[in-house]
């Protein structure tokens, strides 16, 4: 089925894959529009687009949280080849030079961001920050357009003050939800596996996630993504229940005060436009 952009809405968002199988997501307007992180193949990239009515050649950046392959396998594909700007930090980088699963280098392509430090692309105003994980570097996306903000936190060990700063402005939220603290115990991961997600440099719980959205929730905030949900560890529903208690336990009401919504591992989700 094909999808309009329909022109009263300027900004649209959503994802093309999110979890440990690939992750990448689509935020941009009716003239442009930007990659975070390009785990997911090239031929499923333009298909996903295709879906809303997207062209490949609208395109006009790459930003990449972190190395590990699941963000990063089509970066090169997409950068030299389609001469699409890939931008990251400058470890990050060397780490997507290093890393076997990306089959293309970057040369012409390769930006160098710095934490903290705003760039723009387009009307896009962009800051990266830190996030904890146990990849060579990883970085939020704080990203303000036409008086909205934009934040995207995947791959969090645990939820850091600086997290928080830049969290608590977003109006749309992308943040992990990756593991049920008891299905992660109970599963078939080895010891090792469970003691490196949880031990603060991995992913975030359900019931961290839903704590943290909870403490920094207010009346801006418009919508809620969950993303990179475990196969093994979580459920959609399981997820966005934790979510949902813990806004109730504050008054809150998800669907009514503020939309939350599960990102599927494998499938495109829902467009969001605003």
Known sequence: MQYSLFTQYKYKFFSLGSGSSGNCYYLGTNEYGILIDAGVGIRAIQ??????????????????????????????????????????????HSGILRNRAVRASLTQSRRVIEKEQ?????????????????????????????????VLVTDAGCITDKIREYASKANHLVIEANYDEYMLQAGKYPYYLKQRIGNGMGHLSNRLSAEFIASIYNENMQNIWLCHLSQDNNHPEIAFKAVEQALSANGIAAGKDVKVETLSRFKVSGLREF
């Open 47 to 92: 298909k996903a687009l295709r879906e809303y009515g997207v062209s490949f050649d609208k395109i006009i950046a790459v930003l990449v949280t972190h190395d590990h392959a699941d963000h990063i396998k089509t970066v090169g594909c997409l950068g030299d080849k389609y001469n699409i700007p890939v931008y990251a930090t400058e470890t990050v």
């Open 118 to 150: 705003p760039f723009s692309i387009r009307e896009f105003q962009i800051t990266a920050f830190e996030v904890p994980h146990d990849s060579i570097d990883n970085v939020g996306y704080h990203i303000q357009f036409d008086g909205q903000t934009f």
